[in-house]
C-alpha cells in the first residue's frame, strides 16, 4: 500500500511539473509597444522609400495600430496594425484598404503597397476635416453616447479620428472624404497607451 502511494505520489509530482514546463513553452507571447515599434520600423525600411515615416503607434487589447505618413505633405500615407502575439505586421481593415486612394487595397494586397497607385490621391477632398468631424460626432452621439471626436487624421480619402469618454481615448472611427460614410473600427479591442514616434 505504502509503495503504491508513493508510485502516485511520484506521478503526481512528475505530472505537475511537466505541467509547468508545457506551460512556460506553450504560453503565449506578447510583444511590448518598444517591440511593435521595431517591427513597424523594420517594415519601414522595407519600403524602401525615404518620404514616409511613423508618426504613431498605439496599443490596444487586440493589436497595435501604426500611422505611416508622409514627411513632404504630412498626411496620413497609411495604417497597419501588429498582431500582439505573433508580432506580424499587416494592412489595417476597412478604410486603410477600401478608403485610401493613393496607398490602398490594390497596392497593399499585392504586397507593392508602394507600387500602385489609385486615383485620385489628391489633397483636394470634397469633405473638409472640420465637416468629417461634424458627422463623426453626429454618428457617436446617436450610436455611442457620451464619446465625443478627438485628433483627426487626414489620409487620402478619409479622415481618421480617435474617440474619448471621459478624457480618456475609447477607438477610432473613420469618415470617407467623398460621401461622409462613417466606419466604426471594431477590431482593437480597450485602449492601452500611445507612442509618439514624430
Known amino acids: 500500500m505504502i509503495e503504491k502511494r508513493q508510485a502516485l505520489g511520484v506521478f503526481l509530482v512528475s505530472f505537475g511539473v511537466l505541467g509547468l514546463l508545457l506551460l512556460s513553452v506553450f504560453e503565449p507571447r506578447y510583444y511590448n509597444i518598444d517591440q511593435a515599434l521595431n517591427i513597424a520600423e523594420r ?24 500611422i505611416y505618413y508622409e514627411k513632404s505633405t504630412g498626411i496620413g500615407a497609411f495604417e ?39 486615383t485620385p490621391s489628391s489633397l483636394q477632398m470634397p469633405i473638409s476635416q472640420s465637416e468629417a468631424v461634424t458627422v463623426a460626432q453626429q454618428f457617436l452621439d446617436k450610436d455611442y453616447p457620451g464619446t465625443v471626436t478627438e485628433d483627426v487624421s487626414p489620409f487620402y480619402g478619409y479622415y481618421t479620428i480617435d474617440v474619448t469618454r471621459d478624457g480618456k481615448v475609447y477607438g477610432m472611427l473613420s469618415v470617407n472624404s467623398y460621401d461622409g460614410e462613417v466606419w466604426y473600427h471594431n477590431w482593437h479591442g480597450t485602449y492601452i497607451q500611445s507612442l509618439e514616434v514624430a
Do not use: C
Not at 517594415?43 to 501604426?66: C, G, H, K, W
Not at 506580424?88 to 487595397?105: A, D
Open 43 to 66: 517594415y519601414l525600411t522595407s519600403l524602401n522609400n525615404p518620404d514616409l515615416a511613423i508618426r504613431e503607434i498605439m496599443e490596444f487589447e487586440q493589436n497595435y495600430y501604426v
Open 80 to 118: 497597419m496594425l501588429i498582431d500582439k502575439s505573433t508580432g506580424q505586421i499587416f494592412p489595417e481593415y476597412g478604410p486603410n484598404m477600401m478608403w485610401n486612394t493613393k496607398y490602398g487595397h490594390a497596392g497593399m494586397m499585392s504586397g507593392g503597397m508602394m507600387g500602385r497607385q489609385r
